[in-house]
């Protein structure tokens, strides 16, 4: 089965700690556009439990929207701090994950990233297999969240042969 109409991923969605500072991220150093804003949300019944999965006495302090280039949105959260709010996953965890920004040159932008105080995690590393034409670095945001950045601009190995092709930021009508 599949979903009908399906045209793709409208938005991501995450949590942060501090919507301030992760507002500087976005739009300073990634580049995003800060589109528009949702006021705080509580709730004295259990819409919370029954339409978010959280517990019904969560308080959303603020929402913000961001275009970020070609692809997703981002619908950024902060609530207010659990009792039990448990640590950001790593890559390994259940639940673990990261986001991916295509870029066009992947040195310069590193480049712009360590010009900006963000910390890189290693170095950036040539892929292989079906993935080989790829290079790739990740990256933390200041509230420790894991991003990517990713360049082929002459596409990957697989690409020879595939009678369907990975979505590509570059080429969005493709």
């Given at each position: 089965m599949a979903l009908p109409g399906l045209r793709g991923a409208e938005h991501l969605g995450f949590t942060v700690p501090d919507l301030e500072e992760a507002h500087r991220f976005f739009v300073d150093v990634i580049g995003c556009t800060h589109?528009?804003?949702l006021p705080a949300m509580r709730r004295?019944?259990?819409?919370?439990?029954?339409?978010l999965n959280v517990d019904p006495r969560s308080v959303v302090r603020e929402i913000r929207f961001y275009r970020c280039g070609h692809g997703p949105n981002f619908e950024v959260f902060e609530y207010e701090p659990a009792a039990d709010q448990r640590p950001q996953p790593r890559n390994s965890d259940?639940?673990?994950?990261?986001v991916a920004?295509?870029?066009?040159d992947l040195d310069v932008a590193v480049g712009a990233l360590e010009e900006a105080g963000i910390?890189?995690?290693g170095a950036p590393t040539a892929s292989r297999n079906a993935s080989e034409g790829q290079?790739?670095?990740?990256?933390?945001?200041?509230?420790?969240?894991?991003?990517?950045l990713v360049s082929y601009p002459h596409g990957k190995q697989y690409e020879q042969e595939a009678e369907v092709r990975l979505w590509h930021p570059?080429?969005?009508?493709?």
């Open positions: 589109v528009y804003t004295d019944d259990d819409w919370m439990w029954d339409h259940l639940g673990g994950h990261h920004f295509y870029v066009d910390r890189i995690l290079r790739w670095v990740y990256f933390l945001s200041p509230w420790g969240m894991q991003f990517e570059a080429r969005p009508a493709e």
